[in-house]
T-cell receptor, first 110, second 115 residues
Framework: DAKTTQPNSMESNEEEPVHLPCNHS???????IHWYRQLPSQGPEYVIH???SNVNNRMASLAIAEDRKSSTLILHRATLRDAAVYYC???????????FGKGTHLIIQP | NAGVTQTPKFQVLKTGQSMTLQCAQD?????MSWYRQDPGMGLRLIHY???????DQGEVPNGYNVSRSTTEDFPLRLLSAAPSQTSVYFC??????????????FGPGTRLLVL
């Protein structure tokens, strides 16, 4: 499986945008980019996924580089409730589970 | 909908004891999986199921058994608990999107301590 690299931690201020980077230089043409987040003492929750084009939903936006070797999860206006560990995951397809790395611990300052 | 439910929330076992972690989902999802999460780490896949009667091993299956007799339930059995199985266990159910991608919904977890 292709590997992802994320910063261990990031800090941001409340009500400001947050850009969470993910590098995946060995991504294959059929790998989708998934993002999940895990709030303290909870199970992970799905955030967004995409293949080539940028994607938006009610939680976040996903910006994918043209060469697909990196992507950025964008939280447009962070709140304290967005403090979590964010995981960037590559997956070809199928229903055989996800491979989680250590993710990025996002700290939101009031 | 309750989503994915797990019981118990907490459990303390002695080495060598056996127990079953329960997982149920009410979203009629075909796919279910079990993960463990050790402190400061990401989740690791233990077993998964693509439908009733079908299970397969994940990354760390040793010491665990699963079965899937119904769509709703996917219990995880520890046959003879060891201290190395102290962890937080998460169950997930999932569906496949129109783009062929698996989207998972996770339960709240079971915290297990093996003494």
């Amino acid at each position: 499986d292709a590997k992802t690299t994320q910063p261990n931690s990031m800090e941001s201020n409340e009500e400001e945008p947050v850009h969470l980077p993910c590098n995946h230089s060995t991504i294959s043409g059929t790998d989708y980019i998934h993002w999940y987040r895990q709030l303290p003492s909870q199970g992970p929750e799905y955030v967004i996924h995409g293949l080539t084009s940028n994607v938006n939903n009610r939680m976040a936006s996903l910006a994918i580089a043209e060469d697909r070797k990196s992507s950025t999860l964008i939280l447009h206006r962070a709140t304290l409730r967005d403090a979590a560990v964010y995981y960037c995951i590559l997956k070809i397809g199928g229903a055989d589970g996800l491979t989680f790395g250590k993710g990025t611990h996002l700290i939101i300052q009031p | 909908n309750a989503g994915v439910t797990q019981t118990p929330k907490f459990q303390v076992l002695k080495t060598g004891q056996s127990m079953t972690l329960q997982c149920a989902q009410d979203m009629n999802h075909e796919y279910m999986s079990w993960y463990r999460q050790d402190p400061g780490m990401g989740l690791r896949l233990i077993h998964y199921s693509v439908g009733a009667g079908i299970t397969d091993q994940g990354e760390v299956p040793n010491g665990y058994n699963v079965s899937r007799s119904t769509t709703e339930d996917f219990p995880l059995r520890l046959l003879s608990a060891a201290p190395s199985q102290t962890s937080v266990y998460f169950c997930a159910s999932s569906y496949i999107t129109t783009s062929g991608q698996e989207t998972q919904y996770f339960g709240p977890g079971t915290r297990l301590l093996v003494l």
